[in-house]
Nanobody, 123 residues
Framework: VQLQASGGGLVQAGGSLRLSCTTS????????MDWFRQAPGKEREFVAA????????YYADSVTGRFTISRDNAKNMVYLQMNSLKPEDTAVYYC?????????????????WGQGTLVTVSS
C-alpha cells in the first residue's frame, strides 16, 4: 500500500493550493481519508476528513470555510483545496487512510499514512 501526497509549495497569504493524495494497493472505496498537518515543533493535528463514499466531511475549526476535502474513488485519490491561506497554515501536510472509519483523529487508528508535502505560506 502506498499513499503519496503532493501539491505543496510556497504561496503568499491569501493564496490557494490544491493538495493531492494518490493511493495504490488498497480498496480505496473502503477507506475514510483524512488530512493532517504538522507545523515545526508542534504535534500532528487533524485538518479534514471524508468518508469512504464521500458523503460525509469534517473539518477542523481552524480551516472550516477555507479548505475543502474531496475524493475521486475512480482515480483512488483524495484532494484538499486550500483557499485564503494564512501563515499559520504553514506545515507538512499528510494524508491518512482508515478502514471504514471517519475522522477518528486518533493517530494510531489510521491504517496507512503518506509521506508529507510541505506547505509554506508567507505573510
Amino acid at each position: 500500500v502506498q499513499l503519496q501526497a503532493s501539491g505543496g509549495g510556497l504561496v503568499q497569504a491569501g493564496g490557494s493550493l490544491r493538495l493531492s493524495c494518490t493511493t495504490s494497493g488498497l480498496t480505496f472505496s473502503n477507506y475514510g481519508m483524512d488530512w493532517f498537518r504538522q507545523a515545526p515543533g508542534k504535534e500532528r493535528e487533524f485538518v479534514a476528513a471524508i468518508s469512504w463514499s464521500g458523503g460525509s466531511k469534517y473539518y477542523a475549526d481552524s480551516v472550516t470555510g477555507r479548505f475543502t476535502i474531496s475524493r475521486d474513488n475512480a482515480k483512488n485519490m483524495v484532494y484538499l483545496q486550500m483557499n485564503s491561506l494564512k501563515p499559520e497554515d504553514t506545515a507538512v501536510y499528510y494524508c491518512a487512510a482508515s478502514f471504514r472509519k471517519l475522522a477518528t483523529k486518533r493517530l494510531n487508528e489510521y491504517d496507512y499514512w503518506g509521506q508529507g508535502t510541505l506547505v509554506t505560506v508567507s505573510s
